[in-house]
């Protein structure tokens, strides 16, 4: 029954007192050792762990009186029982008194010692079991005691709000992220917005009839004016009984997944419209040709073809920036700072240019301040940057037109770069829209340049990245300006 | 009317599909007027009076076409001017901009984006001739 044999210690200096025990007892199954001295006793009582010990009173080195008094005072484990051949009441008395469990008077048989033993060992059981009660008690206590610790903890570093209610809906908790969302800004309590929607959704719970219900998600807005939606996920706590002891609500922050999905449904929208006007333009201009309309006019015929080719060519170049710019976007590309010579950059794209410029007979001046030294950014960056408003300024431009491109330092901080045209111009209707994804400026003006309307979104999204500014003034029929100021040291705030 | 069928306003600022509707509206015998966008648009036809105004929902990635249909209607010297809608954002909105909700919007008929040759014709047709019978 009990998983732990019983150790008997036989402090005794006859060793055939010794050894007469250890055969009696070990017949009763229980582990016997012995020790010649009190001094041996005291040692292997401290050290080793006896149930019981059997201690002769008269022993040389350290007497059983004080091997007694010894245990009793280090508290050690165990149950002494006297055994002595000075059988008197007077030191029987005083062995008990100084802790003896029992008491047995020499020479004794055999029935007699494990009689005495047995007692003792009952004794011991009955401790060791009254032990491991307790023990079982401080543990489940202590579990306790670390578990609701432990919730405490979690529920107080959650980062998503948490208000546990009643089941009649009054608030009885709310963790420390509750706090941070509603009550700085000086807000001094939850806001009713939060309170109204956590009680209807109580509310349902409580009416539904569907037992199994086990959670609702609502959204919210703050009504404070701010964009910030939240959504509020609302379950029902029931008992170990079965019934319904309160709610919790958890409530997260989803402003930001908001806001991206309404980029994304945006950016589709914007995507899906400017890729439908070129395939538009071109199944019109096949029916045209097709149902015979047409027919009687073949210049018309070879003039719509041809503009056709051209929708075509410019979707397929949408499609081309479209890829690369998601590219980027995705990260697949970060951007490296180092120190770039802005001229040489500027210098390259303008000589990647003069064909296509000659082409359509238009000049392009490039000027350089002599001051401006390397600036701190992303190389490929400024190639895309500067290609794009230099290609720009060009396609836009008419011909004998003129592109003028300077850059020069601000101050020792910043260093602004311009891009002036004599083009088209751009309606003031359009600038608002200019730096927009995939916007374009549409009209008689433009109807023949291919464009994906990426490029200023591009210039937008490198110069943001660059910590610098953009801006335009423009007079349609006249001409356009960019302006672009980009900081010569990066700024510590960007990374990368 | 002179010898043309009508004179039609066309207000878009996509110049290729413009150019199909001109295609197709002078090959059918209409006189047509074109604005790149709804502000210059708008005077045109307080200027020349169209028999009837085709308007683009999208100007500048924005849906100003529903302003300024909104305006031609409200517009004493352009109230009794039919208004045709043209506009492919209901695929991409996922919203019916035809006349299911007639309070919904001023305009007096819808087409779609890439427009249907003979469609177009019939809604023009019919729309000029009930504005001229109920004058």
Redo the contacts between chains.
């Keep these: 029954m009990d998983d732990f044999p019983i150790r008997i210690l036989v402090v005794d200096d006859e060793k055939t007192i010794r050894d007469g025990l250890k055969i009696v007892l070990s017949e009763e199954k229980y582990e016997v050792e012995g020790a010649g001295d009190g001094r041996e006793g005291y040692e292997k009582a401290r050290a080793g762990e006896f149930d019981i010990a059997l201690i002769d009173l008269k022993m040389p080195v350290m007497s059983g009186m004080d091997l007694i008094q010894k245990i009793n005072e280090e508290e050690i484990e165990l149950l002494p029982v006297v055994i002595t051949g000075y059988a008197s009441i007077s030191s029987a008395v005083q062995a008990m008194k100084a802790g003896a469990y029992d008491y047995l008077a020499k020479p004794f048989t055999p029935d007699e010692i494990l009689y005495v033993v047995n007692r003792a060992v009952e004794t011991v059981r009955l401790k060791r079991s009254r032990l491991k009660l307790i023990e079982e008690r401080e543990m489940s206590l202590k579990d306790l005691e670390s578990e609701k610790g432990r919730l405490k903890t979690v529920l107080e570093s959650i980062g998503d709000g948490i208000i546990v209610t009643d089941s009649a809906g009054n608030i009885v908790l709310a963790n420390p992220a509750v706090y941070e969302m509603f009550l700085r800004e000086g807000r001094k309590d939850i806001p009713d917005s939060i309170k109204n929607k956590i009680e209807s959704m109580r509310q349902r719970i409580e009416n539904t009839s569907d037992e199994s219900f086990s959670r609702l998600v609502e959204e919210v807005g703050l009504e404070d004016g701010s964009d910030s939606v939240l959504a509020i996920s609302c379950s029902p706590v029931i008992s170990g009984r079965g019934d319904l002891i309160g709610y919790v609500n958890s409530i997260y922050d989803i402003t930001h997944q908001k806001e991206i999905d309404r980029a994304r449904m945006n950016f589709i929208?914007?995507v899906?419209?400017e890729l439908?006007?070129?395939i538009?333009?071109i199944?019109?201009?096949l029916?045209?040709v097709l149902?015979g309309?047409?027919d009687d006019d073949p210049d018309?015929v070879r003039e719509?073809i041809g503009?056709s080719r051209n929708?075509a060519s410019s979707l397929l170049t949408m499609i081309q920036n479209l890829l690369s710019a998601i590219r980027k976007h995705s990260g697949l590309r970060k951007s490296e700072f180092e120190q770039v010579q802005l001229a040489e950059i500027g210098k390259q794209a303008v000589d990647l240019l003069r064909v296509r410029a000659d082409e359509v007979k238009v000049e392009i001046e490039f000027d350089a301040a002599g001051d401006l030294q390397t600036i701190e950014a992303d190389k490929s960056d400024m190639n895309d940057l500067l290609n794009n408003l230099l290609s720009n300024a060009v396609k836009y431009n008419k011909p004998g037109g003129k592109v003028v491109v300077s850059m020069a330092l601000v101050n020792d901080d910043y260093v602004e770069i311009k891009c002036a045209d004599t083009g088209v111009g751009i309606?003031s209707?359009?600038v608002p829209?200019l730096f927009?994804e995939?916007?374009r400026?549409?009209?008689?003006a433009t109807?023949n340049v291919p464009g994906t309307g990426l490029g200023l979104f591009i210039v937008k999204n490198i110069v943001d990245s660059h910590g610098g500014k953009i801006d335009v003034s423009s007079k349609p029929g006249e001409g356009t300006e960019f302006r672009v100021i980009l900081p010569v040291r990066r700024k510590a705030r960007e990374n990368g | 009317m002179g010898d043309a069928k009508g004179r039609v306003l066309v207000i878009d600022d996509d110049p290729d599909f413009v150019d199909i509707l001109k295609i197709i509206l002078e090959k059918d015998g209409y006189e047509i007027e074109v604005a790149s966008d709804p502000q210059s648009g708008f005077q045109k036809a307080v200027d020349t009076k169209p028999n009837i105004i085709l308007l683009d929902v999208m100007f500048y990635a924005e849906t100003l076409g529903f302003e300024y249909c909104r305006r031609f209607k409200n517009g004493a010297d352009t109230k009794d001017i039919p208004v045709i809608m043209i506009t492919s954002v209901g695929d991409v909105y996922g919203v019916d901009f035809w006349p299911a909700d007639p309070d919904m919007l001023p305009a007096d008929d819808y087409i779609a984006k890439p427009v249907n040759k003979t469609d177009l014709l019939d809604r023009v047709d019919r729309l000029i001739k009930r504005a001229s019978g109920e004058k």
């Design positions: 929208m914007t899906t419209h439908k006007a070129p538009g333009a199944q019109g201009y029916d045209l149902d309309t047409l018309k719509v503009r929708s309606p209707e359009a829209h927009d995939f916007f400026v549409r009209g008689e109807r």
